[in-house]
């Protein structure tokens, strides 16, 4: 055989030996039998990005070095990646690769245009990660499309159209799987979309269920809404949500109400905009809400991951769920009913005067947009954002990037055109030394603030802490840091050239502790 063949042959073998293992329901459920994996968004359905992974300490942390550096093809990457059998599994807009654990050679792409006339608007063209489930590995598409991949081979095996992006729906968040489905959330609220969480049948990309975040007439939640309003009622679905399989809910933020910034139009509180949903896995109805900012005019999506833990209420374990809102307040709610538990401000905020008994904020008057401006704290980008935070079970602590920057708010009029942006007004970000960030350590049952790492700017990037005792995070300036978890004392630093905008992961190569994060456009995987 000529050389050519011979290596083609070798490649082959070596990529069919690593890419034949299924990822079974059942290992992502029980994520802690297998540490050196990183099935799901989070590492567990919990919402935790914990790794029980111990072989890094505040010890050795200081020998960590970059083994290698995969480049993307796009200028900036927000991807969470998964792991799983000696390969790990990275997304851009619209594409997807597989890599080799070992180098990060690529086994195979995959990648399909993006239509010339997408826009996104009010968001940037990124894609946040991949699910996996059995021998398949979902990607969610810019122009809204769930696409399922063949995991050995990186060919389509079904694809299906979530929404028209025409009217400024999108996908950029990670699908979370859950037994049998994939369920995903939609992009898009600056274009007065009407917002809704959707589950497709892994196997076959059926749709199983859609719940409507914003509810139309003679739906539970309507009467919050006012006229037809609701029809561009906004209520995004942007980030991945968390899920307890013991009592089959789906847990998802709610993005902003449309438009962001004019509620004139719209009075009242806008369910299910700037809530947290707990829907039942089979069908996708509604077992509880909680509305962290009823009638917002800030832009304060409450589109994060919730993380699910159990804690002590009281003398009483309880199970929990805990939420650290862009509005600056940190929740922690009963997971079974919603029920509001304890709440704080864990960064700065001028808008409320705390939270009442229930929860709901006690809003100070006169801190609405208006035409001249009114400077309030936080900016519309929220205290946090996006980006994950982290629960570590050993320490029981909460794990937060925080942003500490404040804006002028503005309101203008809005009418409402499909396909272009609906906002009703802007901001004005104060910047220089009126911006700072931190990591902060967060008691998970309380909110009390158990220690800070200051940042010198607000952070884009998520947290990551492990059984190690670590707790490694990023900065705008390009700065991947490791930190205590115990004490927030820096112990580790390395300067990326990039901005690190994405969530960090650990797993292990051939029983050894890895960590990886992306940094522009540039994915670094660390080992000692």
């Known amino acids: 055989m000529k050389r050519s063949s011979l290596f083609l042959l070798a490649s082959f073998l070596l990529v069919a030996s690593f890419l034949t293992a299924q990822v079974r329901y059942e290992r992502i459920a029980n994520a802690d039998n297998e540490p050196g994996n990183w099935l799901t968004y989070s590492r567990n359905s919990l919402g935790h990005r914990y790794s029980p992974l111990n072989q890094i300490t505040p010890a050795n942390v ?4 970059v083994k290698w550096a995969y480049q993307f093809p796009d200028p900036r990457t927000e991807v969470s990646p998964i792991v799983a059998d000696g390969v790990m599994y990275v997304t851009g807009p619209n594409s997807a690769a597989a890599l080799d654990l070992q180098t990060g050679r690529p086994f195979w792409k995959w990648s399909r245009p993006i239509p010339p006339d997408y826009q996104s608007i009010g968001f940037g063209r990124v894609n946040r990660g991949p699910a996996i489930l059995d021998d398949k590995l979902f990607v969610a598409t810019l122009d809204c499309d769930l696409v399922a991949l063949d995991i050995k081979s990186g060919q389509e095996r079904w694809s299906t159209k979530v929404a028209d992006y025409k009217p ?49 007439p003679g739906e539970p939640g309507h009467e919050s809404w006012s006229g037809d309003a609701w029809k561009t009622g906004g209520g995004s ?26 509620g004139d139009d719209r009075p009242g509180d806008n369910l299910y905009t700037c809530s947290l949903v707990a829907l039942e896995g089979d069908t996708g109805a509604l077992r509880w809400h909680f509305q962290f900012t009823p ?28 939420v650290a809102n862009r509005n600056a307040f940190y929740y922690a ?6 029920e509001f538990i304890a709440g704080r401000a864990y960064a700065k905020q001028t808008w409320a005067n705390g939270l009442d008994d229930r ?40 794990y937060v990037a925080v942003r500490e920057v404040g804006a002028t708010y503005f309101k203008r009029e809005a009418d409402f055109k499909p396909g272009t942006f609906f906002a009703g007004g802007g901001e004005q970000t104060l910047g220089g030394d009126d911006e700072w960030g931190a990591i902060r350590a967060l008691e998970a049952t309380t909110g009390r603030i158990a220690w800070e790492f200051r940042l010198k700017s607000a952070p ?29 004392k820096p112990l580790w630093d390395f300067q990326t050239g990039g901005q690190v905008a994405a969530n960090p992961i650990a ?13 522009n456009r540039v994915l670094y995987v660390f080992g000692l």
């Open 62 to 65: 200081t020998g960590l070095k």
């Open 168 to 216: 400024g729906y999108s996908l950029t968040m990670a699908p979370l799987v859950i037994p049998g489905k994939v369920v995903v959330g939609v992009s898009g609220g600056e274009a007065g979309i009407r917002g809704f969480i959707d589950a497709y049948d892994a196997k076959t990309g059926k749709r199983a269920w859609r719940f409507w975040t914003i509810p139309g």
């Open 237 to 262: 679905t942007w980030v991945t949500g968390s899920y307890d399989p013991q009592l089959n809910l789906v847990y998802w933020g709610v993005g902003n109400p449309g438009p962001d910034w004019n």
């Open 295 to 322: 009638h917002d005019t800030h832009d304060w999506d409450a589109t994060h991951v919730p993380v699910l833990f159990e804690g002590e209420v009281r003398g009483k374990k309880r199970k929990l769920i805990g």
């Open 333 to 338: 709610l009963d997971r079974e009913t919603g």
């Open 359 to 398: 929860g709901r904020p006690m809003v100070i008057p006169g801190n609405e947009p208006s035409e001249e401006g009114k400077l309030v704290w936080p900016n519309l980008n929220g205290a946090t954002v996006w980006f994950s935070p982290s629960y570590s079970p050993q320490t029981g602590l909460f």
């Open 460 to 488: 884009w990037a998520g947290v990551l802490s492990t059984a190690g005792g670590l707790v490694f995070g990023g900065t705008n300036e390009g700065n991947f840091f490791a930190l205590d978890a115990k004490t927030g």
């Open 507 to 519: 797993f292990n190569i051939d029983g050894r502790q890895h960590i990886a994060v992306s940094a």
